[in-house]
T-cell receptor, first 115, second 113 residues
């Protein structure tokens, strides 16, 4: 069964600085990978996804992520963060060859933007 | 567009009481999921359904039951609520897995005293 590890529970970063949120997954088959964002007191919304093809995927709000199969990673990056990026970010995985499969989330990384 | 609607949004229960959370989606999605969110634990999958009439266990199914009698509705039941079930519950749906996008409801905050 698949699993997701988000290595950092909280990441503080200064406004306009770059940020990387780390995600590693475990699966014995090919996967779909996702990053979701949750703003305070809201539900989750999709930031970006990797299904196949190019390993560098771009999402909304200037975020991008790179799929690295050999390192089983899918780290999220943004070159310059804004105060409005304050939120919790969740990495998720699904096993792509299994039609009956589920989507499993990591424990989340809370991004704190410092003025 | 309603999207995914959860009812109720808030509920306080006493230990041992039962209740049902309703999730309704109007997007004709095949897949529906129930997650719980707890501080420091992320979202954990309780049960899910890959189509009308089907259900499957997720990561933390104990103490919960589900039903998907109609394609648009996914019910989550607590037969005998326990304080450990105090949580925020999210329902989500998607058309097929390879579109990648889960559509989430706004959440239901449940407190068990």
């Amino acid at each position: 069964a698949q699993s997701v590890t988000q290595l950092d529970s909280q990441v503080p970063v200064f406004e306009e600085a770059p940020v990387e949120l780390r995600c590693n997954y475990s699966s014995s088959v090919s996967v779909y990978l996702f990053w979701y964002v949750q703003y305070p007191n809201q539900g989750l919304q999709l930031l970006l996804k990797y299904l196949s093809g190019s390993t560098l995927v771009k999402g909304i709000n200037g975020f991008e992520a790179e799929f690295n199969k050999s390192q089983t990673s899918f780290h999220l990056r943004k070159p310059s963060v804004h105060i409005s990026d304050t939120a919790e970010y969740f990495c998720a995985v699904s096993e792509s060859r299994n039609r009956d499969d589920k989507i499993i989330f990591g424990k989340g990384t809370r991004l704190h933007i410092l003025p | 567009n309603a999207g995914v609607t959860q009812t109720p949004k808030f509920r306080v229960l006493k230990t041992g009481q039962s209740m049902t959370l309703l999730c309704a989606q109007d997007m004709n999605h095949e897949y529906m999921y129930w997650y719980r969110q707890d501080p420091g634990m992320g979202l954990r999958l309780i049960h899910y359904s890959v189509g009308e009439g089907t259900t499957a266990k997720g990561e933390v199914p104990d103490g919960y039951n589900v039903s998907r009698l109609k394609k648009q509705n996914f019910l989550l039941g607590l037969e005998s609520a326990a304080p450990s079930q105090t949580s925020v519950y999210f329902c989500a749906s998607t058309r097929v897995l390879d579109t990648g996008e889960l559509f989430f409801g706004e959440g239901s905050r449940l407190t068990v005293l």
